[in-house]
């Protein structure tokens, strides 16, 4: 089975059966007792180091093997989506879910648009196999929301100007501003998976949130997906700093018709917050430069926006500046030619 963005159900790749996500959690909850149990005993893992754990496939019993921050991978041989035992773990399982809702063939479209904008990348990053790696994969990240009460003292100054014959009068007022008020700040994520480059996983921010699901494994099948390694404790100095930031902001802004404003002090007072660990779909692709950079393009899974870096052709550039040069010489050769 794999999840189909387009169309927003789950198809099966050898039938061509279609089944909607009611469907599916109904089959689910009917076998649910038995696939639990063939799972645990099929799907054993053997850890080897911290990176890579070896798998056993549940359809045809092939060795996987998988990095161990990844939820899904699938089997070379039958080519069965394998969700991890420990995705279901109640500590590792995600609370929530954003399904792709766009397609491999539209997100490989708006991938080569946006890259033959450029004239001077490399002819081999558009080859079927540069363009074949495109994969769709669910990012970790953690989803706060806290509500609080927040008060700031601002210092302003208001100045006014008179000008008399010759004379200037400046007259110079001081306030003393106060504002206050409860402010709820929803769904600030952050990563929830150390490896990720943090320039890349927030580019592709934000999402609508309004899409959020109950997590249910079936949305993985067809994509690759990470596993969060990182815990709300080690987040927590982050969403401190972002809300009292957040509120500072929103107050200061709020104050108006001075000349200048100063802010003395600001104080938020939390008085509730929700953690919960979900999984953001990302179309991504990666390409090895010279000298062995990576150069990665991310696509948001849900509304399109992307971002990336391109590598630069020394062939095309030396190219133009060729061509440049001839042109700059026949120019001034021509001028000497008729001016002498």
């Known amino acids: 089975?794999?999840?189909?963005?387009?169309?927003?159900?789950?198809?099966?790749?050898?039938?061509?059966?279609?089944?909607?996500?009611?469907?599916?959690?109904?089959?689910?909850?009917?076998?649910?007792?038995?696939?639990?149990?063939?799972?645990?005993?099929?799907?054993?893992?053997?850890?080897?180091?911290?990176?890579?754990?070896?798998?056993?496939?549940?359809?045809?019993?092939?060795?996987?093997?998988?990095?161990?921050?990844?939820?899904?991978?699938?089997?070379?041989?039958?080519?069965?989506?394998?969700?991890?035992?420990e995705a279901a773990d109640k500590d590792f399982k995600p609370d929530l879910i954003i399904p792709f809702e766009i397609s491999k063939e539209k997100a490989t479209q708006t991938f080569l648009k946006w890259a033959q904008k450029h004239k001077f990348v490399p002819n081999n990053f558009f080859c079927k196999e540069q363009i074949e790696n495109l994969t769709g994969v669910y990012y970790p990240y953690w989803l706060t929301s806290v509500n609080a009460d927040?008060?700031?003292?601002?210092?302003?100054?208001?100045?006014?100007?008179?000008?008399?014959?010759?004379?200037?009068?400046?007259?110079?007022?001081?306030?003393?501003?106060?504002?206050?008020?409860?402010?709820?700040?929803?769904?600030m994520a952050n990563k929830a998976l150390k490896k990720a480059d943090t320039r890349f996983v927030e580019s592709v921010l934000p999402f609508n949130w309004e899409s959020l699901k109950p997590y249910t494994g079936a949305y993985l099948l067809g994509f690759q997906a990470e596993c969060r390694d990182t815990d709300k404790a080690e987040l927590q100095e982050i969403v401190d700093e972002n809300v009292n930031n957040y509120a500072s902001s929103i107050l200061y802004?709020?104050?108006?018709?001075?000349?200048?404003?100063?802010?003395?002090?600001?104080?938020?007072?939390?008085?509730?917050?929700?953690?919960?660990?979900?999984?953001?779909?990302?179309w991504t692709i990666t390409y090895r430069g010279n000298k062995g950079k990576i150069y990665s393009f991310a696509l948001n899974g849900q509304n399109g926006a992307?971002?990336?870096?391109?590598?630069?052709?020394?062939?095309?550039?030396?190219?133009?500046?060729?061509?440049?040069?001839?042109?700059?010489?026949?120019?001034?050769?021509?001028?000497?030619?008729?001016?002498?």
């Open 150 to 187: 927040c008060a700031a003292t601002f210092k302003a100054e208001k100045v006014d100007r008179r000008v008399s014959g010759n004379i200037e009068y400046v007259t110079t007022r001081n306030f003393a501003v106060n504002r206050s008020g409860a402010m709820n700040f929803p769904n």
């Open 306 to 340: 992307s971002c990336g870096e391109l590598p630069v052709s020394g062939k095309k550039l030396f190219g133009l500046f060729t061509i440049v040069a001839a042109v700059t010489f026949a120019i001034v050769s021509a001028l000497e030619y008729f001016l002498c």
């Open 253 to 282: 802004n709020s104050v108006s018709g001075y000349t200048s404003v100063k802010t003395e002090n600001c104080s938020v007072k939390k008085t509730s917050e929700e953690w919960n660990y979900a999984l953001l779909p990302i």
């Open 1 to 85: 089975m794999v999840f189909m963005p387009e169309k927003g159900n789950f198809k099966c790749e050898y039938c061509t059966s279609t089944f909607s996500e009611e469907e599916l959690r109904g089959m689910e909850l009917k076998k649910q007792g038995e696939q639990s149990q063939d799972f645990a005993d099929d799907s054993q893992t053997e850890q080897t180091g911290e990176d890579v754990a070896f798998y056993n496939c549940p359809q045809c019993g092939a060795q996987i093997a998988c990095p161990s921050t990844q939820m899904v991978n699938t089997c070379f041989y039958c080519h069965n989506s394998v969700i991890r035992a």
